[in-house]
């Protein structure tokens, strides 16, 4: 365990000042400042365009910032919107890769955690949708990240798998404590698992609230309800009428 | 850095891609451009002595000679008319027969078992065959070059067809497109790639073959010409057609490359997101 220092920044797991990134003429991302304390799990919603994958491939060290400083723990690990599994190496070993012979252990260890124990040698193209995702997840938790990057992880899910893999996440999460960046444009998603939402618009938080609702939460509650509306009207959507009004606007 | 954080660490992501263009042609440049130095310092310095290897000075000499006189084009013309018409014949049958054995399983069985058994024949051991047979007019010419063009082609053609998406043809087959249809516009498409890679193969090949082709019984060529310059020792002629050898071959790599580029806009529009 880290040593306690006394500055405020201590529990940090990211911190971004000024963070510009420009494409062509367009700033996506536009001074964008954010602190994420160690184990907490921060949902980034968006409509789509306002940069939240570009802000999250950048604290993956995927992309290059434009400008701005960039700090974030040294072993972080992203789960992406398809599984992006090496079609050539089975389940186990893609889970393991680049960890070495010892890591077998730990990587069996992470498949039984994602519920995929029987799967270790299934070749990727035989696996399901989910179960691909959940290989995935297996892989960036092998690593025992202390910042875990999920980029629309369960985008691409049906919405019964989606609903578990949301369970599982939640689960899993909660038992490792990573500091999680969740990036998703689905509301729901993002109250039912995060502790604090942050919306991003024309390159900036418009939005950065804590989520006080006490686990497991519940969709019909009052306050969750509420917090839905006013998310979505930050997105720009008028929750009555569940119409984008850009949509409306073209 | 005022924004230091204790345990935490800048990332740090691959640097973007992409040189100034000039930049990258001159780098590309300065290999050949130091192997043209080193032949020149060779023979100008007497290492290399003219009757083993003229220097690149004599060489643009004698080209220019050639060129004026008239026997040089008329050479280059006989024989890339021959490398060509051998590079189209075997690569048309290359790709008809790849496209069938890759595309239908009757095709594979049929075409595939026999076309690997007379791919395992060297051309060249072909030649006098083909003299035989075909006489030595152009027609055992062109046809050799075809032969060593054809399997480059088929190998890479079989392969890339059957690499094609299968579930993009079952879904132009949902939309009632018939066999033909997916093979011209999907399977096609999608095997471009490995088309070109063998086509570029086959090139090359068609630049060997045209060199054993007309080592008999030639009377015009670039074959012919290096065949009377060794009668004389004239060093400076050889290394000039093995130089014209490599051009040809080069030339046709870069028109490939080019119309590789034209055919296949959708590649360049490729990034990760």
Redesign the interface.
């Given at each position: 365990m880290?040593p306690e220092?006394s500055?405020e920044?201590?529990g940090?797991?990211?911190?971004t000042?000024g963070l510009r990134k420009v494409f062509g003429e367009r700033a996506v991302l536009d001074g964008v400042d954010l602190d994420v304390r160690r184990g907490e799990f921060l949902a980034l919603l968006g409509a789509s365009g306002t940069g939240k994958?570009t802000l999250l491939r950048?604290?993956?060290?995927?992309?290059?910032?434009t400008g701005g400083?960039?700090?974030?723990?040294?072993v972080r690990t992203v789960v992406f919107q398809e599984p992006r599994l090496i079609p050539s190496k089975r389940a186990l070993a893609n889970v393991v890769i680049g960890q070495g012979r010892s890591a077998r252990a730990k990587g069996l260890a992470a498949l039984a955690e994602v519920g995929l124990s029987r799967h270790a040698d299934a070749w990727p193209a035989t696996l399901s949708g989910g179960e691909a995702q959940r290989v995935a997840l297996a892989r960036a938790l092998v690593r025992e990240p202390e910042l875990l990057l999920l980029d629309e992880p369960f985008a691409a899910l049906d919405a019964l798998t989606r609903l578990h893999m949301q369970d599982l996440i939640a689960e899993l999460c909660a038992r490792h404590r990573p500091a999680v960046v969740l990036v998703t444009h689905d509301v729901e998603e993002a109250i039912l698992l995060a502790d604090r939402i942050a919306v991003l618009r024309e390159g900036r938080f418009v939005t950065d609230l804590q989520v006080g609702i006490d686990r497991p939460r519940d969709r019909t509650d009052p306050v969750f309800v509420e917090l839905r509306r006013r998310l979505l009207a930050d997105l720009g959507v008028d929750s009555h009428a569940g119409t984008p009004r850009e949509e409306v606007a073209r | 850095?005022s924004?230091?954080?204790?345990?935490?660490?800048?990332?740090?992501?691959?640097?973007?891609a992409g040189r100034a263009p000039a930049l990258t042609f001159a780098l590309r440049a300065v290999g050949p451009l130091l192997l043209l130095a080193a032949w020149y310092a060779a023979t100008a310095s007497g290492v290399l002595t003219e009757d083993v290897l003229a220097g690149p000075q004599d060489v643009l000499k004698t080209f220019g000679e050639l060129w004026a006189d008239g026997q040089l084009p008329e050479a280059l013309r006989v024989s890339v008319t021959r490398a060509g018409l051998g590079l189209v014949l075997g690569a048309s049958t290359g790709l008809l027969l790849g496209v069938v054995s890759g595309f239908t399983r009757l095709g594979e069985e049929l075409v595939d078992s026999s076309m690997q058994a007379l791919r395992a024949i060297p051309f060249l051991a072909l030649t006098s065959l083909f003299v035989v047979w075909f006489g030595i007019e152009e027609a055992s010419k062109i046809l050799l070059i075809g032969v060593a063009c054809t399997f480059p082609m088929y190998v890479n053609v079989s392969s890339g067809v059957r690499n094609v998406d299968r579930k993009v043809v079952e879904a132009a087959r949902s939309f009632g497109l018939g066999r033909l249809a997916i093979a011209r516009e999907v399977v096609l498409p999608g095997a471009l790639p490995s088309v070109f890679a063998g086509l570029r193969l086959a090139t090359t090949l068609s630049v060997i073959a045209l060199i054993a082709a007309e080592e008999i019984n030639v009377t015009a060529g670039l074959g012919y010409l290096m065949a009377r310059a060794t009668d004389y020792l004239r060093t400076d002629i050889l290394a000039l057609c093995v130089l014209l050898y490599a051009v040809i071959g080069l030339l046709a790599d870069l028109t490939l490359r080019l119309i590789e580029r034209v055919t296949m806009p959708w590649r360049r529009a490729v990034s990760i997101?």
């Open positions: 880290s220092v500055a920044s201590a940090l797991a990211v911190r000042r994958t950048i604290l993956a060290g995927l992309d290059a910032a400083t960039v700090l974030v723990p040294p | 850095m924004t230091a954080v204790q345990g935490l660490v800048a990332p740090n992501p691959p640097r973007a997101r």
